[in-house]
């Protein structure tokens, strides 16, 4: 079954304790994506990678960082988590950008204390 | 202003109706637009995705695309109630893989 999955699905954490939030998908697909979403927002984009050791900043990749070392795996790092990043968050990914197949994580529900 | 912005909701239409969503984008450079549907609690799911003026249709529904006027535009035809949901407008900026999404509009389809 083609799908994107992350772990975990639900995280309660505390202020600057480092946690790495995984995705992974098993579609062989080269584009990856991280996005956020707070309520009654849409999605922002966090950072992407359109391949292996490729990867760019979307429009809030501050306070995050990512890595690409193989193509079905692209995890998000927070180095030191503060409450701002309190949030849910969504991995993709597609054969490439404008695909019009785009399969979407379940989602991580993180909290900062 | 906001990069891609959405009509404010919620937006409510009778079952069998024609449901109308629009967005409007600042950077005239785009080239890809994007439209997902989210269920709450539920993650997004690509439903449309144009590029080329004009209209594009996939059963009930049709996107349609101004770069002239920079709105795209989401119909629903035949309105049902499992098409409520928020509806989410994307523009890609930069021809590669970056992406800013509206806040998006929910709509209620009443039976």
Redesign the interface.
Known sequence: EAQVTQNPRYLITVTGKKLTVTCSQNMNHE?M?W?RQDP??????IY???NVEVT?K??VPEGYKVSRKEKRNFPLILESPSPNQTSLY?CASSSH??????F????TRLTVL | QKE?E?NSGPLSVPEGAIASLNCTYSDRGSQ?FFWYRQYSGK????IM?I?SNGDKEDGRFTAQLNKASQYVSLLIRDSQPSDSATY???V?RDN?????????TTLTVKP
């Open positions: 584009y994506s996005y009654g927002l849409g999605l922002r984009q992407y990678s359109m760019d979307g429009d969504f950008p404008f695909s019009n197949e785009q979407f994580g379940p989602g | 891609v959405q890809s993650s997004p799911e690509l995705f590029y989410l407008c994307a890609n590669a893989g970056k992406s800013t999404f509206g806040d998006g």
